[in-house]
């Protein structure tokens, strides 16, 4: 066999499944690093629950920042990305987020706490 052969018969059959395979694992590659990893959860947090958040978070005092951390902490997360009265967001609140009954009603002690990784 030849170079001229070779180059024209084996070449292309073990060249192009090569490349195309290359190719396909480059672009799966940057489609795994481009998903975002960085996972928000928020809590509506009951003032019948008798956590006791609800005083700091509502009333936006000193200890609203400290207090929202550490819910966050507990329930798995870094820290809070942002907290407050749960009856000023709860439009911009998934449905999916909140855990309690659907049927249930905010009152205006209650308060939201949105927690990122």
Request: proline share 3%; hydrophobic share 40%.
């Amino acid at each position: 066999m030849k170079f001229r052969e070779f180059e024209h018969d084996v070449l292309p059959r073990i060249l192009i499944p090569l490349l195309g395979g290359l190719f396909v694992v480059c672009a799966l590659h940057s489609t795994a690093r481009a998903t975002p990893t960085d996972r928000a959860d928020s809590f509506i947090v009951s003032a019948a629950d008798g956590y006791g958040v609800n005083e700091c978070i509502k009333d936006r005092a000193d200890c609203a920042k400290i207090v929202a951390d550490a819910w966050c902490e507990a329930h798995g997360h870094s820290g809070a990305k942002s907290f407050g009265r749960a009856d000023d967001v709860t439009g911009a609140i998934q449905k999916t987020a909140i855990r309690e009954t659907p049927s249930k009603v905010i009152s205006e002690n209650d308060v939201f706490i949105s927690c990122g990784n």
